[in-house]
């Protein structure tokens, strides 16, 4: 018994060390009392039986916390995964204020316009029957090529939905996050997906692949895809070991973004607020046991709380320069009085 509580102040004593650090942020301070969570089962056990209610088909579903990943299908119906769910977790939070299936989408609002990335089908086509939305395509119409849009889009859109795409796109990718924000009227969300890596660690850049990509062709060698590049300034590259999305030879991945360049990307190419979805919504079957690649908000304008009172519900991070949240401060309050007693 000795052993277990000197155990339990040695991990209180790093929280309480982590309270007292002005720069302090939320996600450093839980991964800091999860462990004290875990150990008094006010956290979830990674194999505890979980229900719920896909918000894409209605399906109800049963599994466990560990099966919740970003792309494995979890749902045994419509075959979504947490990534396509949590796309109609955030839309539905940013445009009416609190998590929503699609169904419960009533009435229909057409008047509310947004377009999608490639979307697939299976929240694509439900969601045009309820809102203004089109889904559109670089290859086929409706075609949208998000680096080089019509003057007559730009602030058309209530919201735009990008998910898994930019990671493919050719450079310079910050021209498709300006043109993002082209389109979005100045209160629109951008729904927003990619790969990252390095959550919550400033200053780390994206990883381009293909740097110098000027004048290319992919080639199939022999049962083995290759690059060919010619640069601008004429120098011929030749890069084997490529990166596909969906299988060999179809979606190239261009980089690996980090957290802080897409929120250098987001800032430069004039979003107001940024906001990472890393919390949990398990009756809708959303869960983040990890950090990186998780989906977001980048919102055009920014938005009160008192307009949006379910936004704080999630996980927030600002762009550079982060003070303590009011979770945070919560947190040192109540921890603080019991620490010091009455």
Same mark, same amino acid.
């Given at each position: 018994?000795?052993? !277990? ?7 209180? @004593? ?23 969570? &875990? ?9 505890? /039986? ?83 939305? &089109? ?19 730009e602030g058309t859109l209530d919201f735009l939905i990008s998910t898994d795409v930019f990671e493919h796109i050719d450079l310079p990718v910050s021209r498709a ?10 209160? %629109? ?43 601008? &300034? ?8 490529? !990166? ?33 979805? %890393? %919390? ?14 998780? /989906? ?6 920014? @938005? ?10 999630? @996980? ?7 003070? /303590?949240?009011?979770?945070? @401060?919560?947190?040192?309050? !109540? ?8």
């Open positions: 018994m000795k052993s !277990i509580v000197v155990f339990m102040l040695g991990r209180t @004593r790093a929280f309480v060390d982590k309270l007292n650090d002005s720069s302090c942020d939320f996600p450093s301070l839980f991964s800091v009392l999860r462990p004290i969570l &875990t150990d008094l089962s006010i956290v979830r056990r990674p194999d505890e /039986p979980i229900t719920f209610r896909c918000n894409i088909c209605d399906g109800v579903n049963t599994g466990t916390l560990d099966g919740l990943t970003r792309e494995d299908p979890s749902c045994t119906h419509c075959g979504s995964s947490v990534r396509l769910r949590s796309i109609i977790q955030m839309l539905t939070t940013e445009l009416f204020g609190r998590s929503l299936s699609i169904s419960e989408i009533r009435p229909a609002h057409k008047e509310i316009i947004g377009l999608g990335l490639s979307c697939v089908d299976a929240y694509a086509l439900p969601l045009a029957r309820r809102l203004g939305y &089109t889904n559109t395509f670089y290859h086929r119409e409706p075609r949208l090529d998000i680096t080089r849009i019509d003057e007559s889009m996050f300006a043109n993002a924000r082209k389109l979005l009227k100045p209160d %629109g969300v951008l729904i927003f997906s990619v790969p990252f890596s390095h959550p919550g660690e400033p200053g780390v850049p994206a990883v381009e692949h293909f740097p110098h990509l000027h004048d290319y062709s992919v080639e199939d060698v022999g049962g083995q895809f290759r690059l060919k590049n010619t640069t601008c &300034t004429g120098e011929v590259e030749i890069f084997d070991k490529l !990166i596909f999305h969906g299988g060999p030879g179809s979606t190239l991945e261009m980089r690996l973004f980090s957290e802080a360049s897409l929120f250098s990307e987001l800032q430069n190419a004039g979003f107001a607020e940024v906001e990472i979805y %890393g %919390g949990s919504d398990l009756s809708h079957g959303i869960h983040w046991a990890n950090k990186w690649s998780v /989906p977001m908000v980048a919102r055009a304008g920014k @938005r009160s709380d008192a307009a949006y009172p379910r936004i704080r519900k999630t @996980r927030r991070f600002a762009m550079k320069h982060p003070q /303590p949240t009011l979770s945070v @401060r919560l947190i040192r309050r !109540i921890v603080r009085k019991i620490l010091t007693g009455p």
